[in-house]
């Protein structure tokens, strides 16, 4: 809070563009990171309109308020956020935002809607591996649920065998084996 703060006198106090849109994108992760949604929605919708905003800009004020309006239970204002961020799959957010467009396709029942995403994201993902092998956790779970678990052991199995870590938090091995 005491960042968000230190970022709104200076957006007050600024007087060029470039000093500015710095404060606007201070408040909004500071929103975001202290867990005040409200704030980060107002300030990323502020960043995105920003005219001397560059496109990574751009996406970080659209994925900041995508998650936020996540975390406050507005899933249909989040999706769409979602929905554009996918569209650029081998960025970090746009990866991300498939893999929630995916579980969303889970969690709403689709079941035989996952595989062909899952499948799309995967030509396209870039070097995004974590959130594909997210996405192919996904993918095994709904072929699980409706009970087809020889498919989903080997969804599981292909990832236990062919996914490389990518660090200490990864946790797609952990998912695999507790699901195997």
């Known amino acids: 809070q005491d960042a968000y703060n230190g970022y709104s ?3 007050d106090n600024a007087k060029m563009d470039e000093n500015i849109l710095t404060a606007k994108t201070g408040m909004m992760r500071s929103a975001y990171r202290s867990g005040d949604y409200d704030n980060a929605v107002k300030v990323s919708a502020l960043v995105e309109i920003d005219a001397v905003a560059d ?16 975390s406050t239970s507005r899933r249909s204002e989040a999706v769409k956020l979602f929905e554009r961020l996918s569209a650029q799959p ?11 467009l995916v579980q969303n396709t889970y969690d709403s029942g689709d079941f035989a809607g996952v595989e062909p995403k899952v499948y799309d994201f995967a030509s396209k993902c870039g070097t995004q591996s974590y959130w594909l092998a997210k996405c192919y956790l996904v993918l095994g779970d709904s072929f699980a649920e409706p009970g ?29 084996k507790l699901r195997l």
């Open 90 to 100: 081998s960025t970090a957010e746009g990866a991300e935002a498939v893999y929630v």
């Open 148 to 176: 087809n678990l020889k498919q989903a052991k080997a969804t599981f199995e292909s990832l236990r065998d062919g996914y490389a870590s990518s660090g200490e938090t990864d946790d797609i091995q952990t998912n695999v």
């Open 9 to 11: 006198v200076l957006k």
């Open 55 to 70: 496109s990574a800009q751009l996406r970080e004020a659209v994925y900041v308020r995508a998650k936020s309006l996540l």
